[in-house]
């Protein structure tokens, strides 16, 4: 069965970040697909610098705030919800977000299954270091 939703790739222009999708993609919807693509455009750059100053200000801490990391999986999840909604699903997602704000892939994996283990940043105190977190042995917070 074929995936429903529009793949789309964000490629770089020089310094300018640019949603694209295949051209039989865009034939095969009939529909106004560039009015999409722009906002997804315009929603991936903002989602880019807010993620960016977000790492940036948790690197120079004197240790990484595990409310800092959960609010970059949480940008990044509602991010992917919003394509979703649009009806795209963005290609290597992981990979192309983490090479945008410059961390791996592995990283990026690592943060996302952070946020979606926890699902409130309540549940996530900036006292216990993140590594006590990334190993598990910070019991899930039950409401």
């Given at each position: 069965m074929r995936n429903p939703k529009?793949?789309?790739?964000?490629?770089?222009?020089?310094d300018i970040l640019r949603a694209t999708s295949s051209i039989d993609s865009l034939y095969e919807s009939g529909q106004n697909i560039?009015?999409?693509?722009?906002?997804i455009?315009?929603?991936?750059?903002?989602?880019?610098?807010?993620?960016?100053?977000?790492?940036s200000t948790a690197k120079s801490a004197q240790r990484f705030d595990p409310r800092i990391v959960w609010l970059i999986g949480d940008y990044v999840i509602s991010f992917f919800?919003?394509?979703?909604?649009?009806g795209f699903y963005l290609v290597n997602q992981n990979e192309t977000i983490a090479h945008d704000i410059s961390i791996s892939k592995s990283s990026?994996?690592?943060i996302l299954s952070?946020?979606?283990?926890?699902?409130?940043?309540?549940?996530v105190d900036p006292s216990i270091p993140l590594s006590r977190y990334r190993d598990?042995?910070?019991?899930?917070k039950r409401t």
């Open positions: 529009l793949p789309v790739r964000i490629v770089r222009q020089g560039r009015h999409k693509l722009d906002y455009e315009c929603d991936y750059r903002a989602l880019v610098k807010i993620l960016r100053e977000l790492y919800s919003r394509l979703d909604a649009l990026m994996q690592r952070f946020r979606k283990r926890f699902s409130s940043i309540s549940f598990k042995k910070v019991p899930l």
